[in-house]
T-cell receptor, first 110, second 116 residues
Framework: DQQVKQNSPSLSVQEGRISILNCDYTNSMFDYFLWYKKYPAEGPTFLISISSIKDKNEDGRFTVFLNKSAKHLSLHIVPSQPGDSAVYFCAGSGTYKYIFGTGTRLKVLA | DAGVIQSPRHEVTEMGQEVTLRCKPISGHDYLFWYRQTMMRGLELLIYFNNNVPIDDSGMPEDRFSAKMPNASFSTLKIQPSEPRDSAVYFC??????????????FGDGTRLSIL
């Protein structure tokens, strides 16, 4: 029972263009959603979050959109940079736990 | 500031041996989490502690797995006896509060465990 799904295992984008990473969830009780970025041989690092009562949160080049009716969130990176190449995990937070998706590997091509 | 520190970074051992993974959380954080990452299941929560007390161990796969937190600055995850299917990357994370969106969990760099 996967409560958080990232259906695209990988994504390639040209440098300077927009990267859009998607995430779907089934649990309506999540109160926050978070995105983490992970480089090889390192732990995940927190990127951005959004409360379940909001529909958008922005931090520099990163914007997260939440569509509660569709149980869908997305992370937009504009403009994409080669240093953004990493695995991105979305997570739902509720009852003191994070439930992570399986990740999307983003490759930004120079 | 020092982040979450895990040791060892890599562990290779033979099936049946005892394995102990160690974690030092960020000072002042009152929640500590152990995760396992595999290709098939992604990042799974194994157990978490609040103020050194285990709160939820429903993710611990079997009785072969145990975790302790004897004080606020140290936790261990032990596997005894180890099996090849335990091979994975194990992460420790800590947070203030329960890791809600405005106080996210901070992860260590993980221990890559290989059981031969």
């Amino acid at each position: 029972d996967q409560q958080v799904k990232q259906n695209s295992p990988s994504l390639s984008v040209q440098e300077g263009r927009i990267s859009i990473l998607n995430c779907d969830y089934t649990n309506s009780m999540f109160d926050y959603f978070l995105w983490y970025k992970k480089y090889p041989a390192e732990g995940p690092t927190f990127l951005i979050s959004i409360s379940s009562i909001k529909d958008k949160n922005e931090d520099g080049r990163f914007t997260v959109f939440l569509n509660k009716s569709a149980k869908h969130l997305s992370l937009h990176i504009v403009p994409s940079q080669p240093g953004d190449s990493a695995v991105y995990f979305c997570a739902g937070s509720g009852t003191y736990k994070y439930i992570f998706g399986t990740g999307t590997r983003l490759k930004v091509l120079a | 500031d020092a982040g979450v520190i895990q040791s060892p970074r890599h562990e290779v051992t033979e099936m049946g041996q005892e394995v102990t993974l160690r974690c030092k959380p960020i000072s002042g954080h009152d929640y500590l989490f152990w995760y396992r990452q595999t290709m098939m299941r992604g990042l799974e929560l194994l157990i978490y502690f609040n103020n050194n007390v285990p709160i939820d161990d429903s993710g611990m796969p079997e009785d072969r797995f145990s975790a302790k937190m004897p004080n606020a600055s140290f936790s261990t995850l032990k596997i005894q006896p180890s099996e090849p299917r335990d091979s994975a990357v194990y992460f420790c994370a800590s947070s203030l509060s329960a890791g809600t969106g405005d106080k996210p969990q901070h992860f260590g760099d993980g221990t890559r465990l290989s059981i031969l």
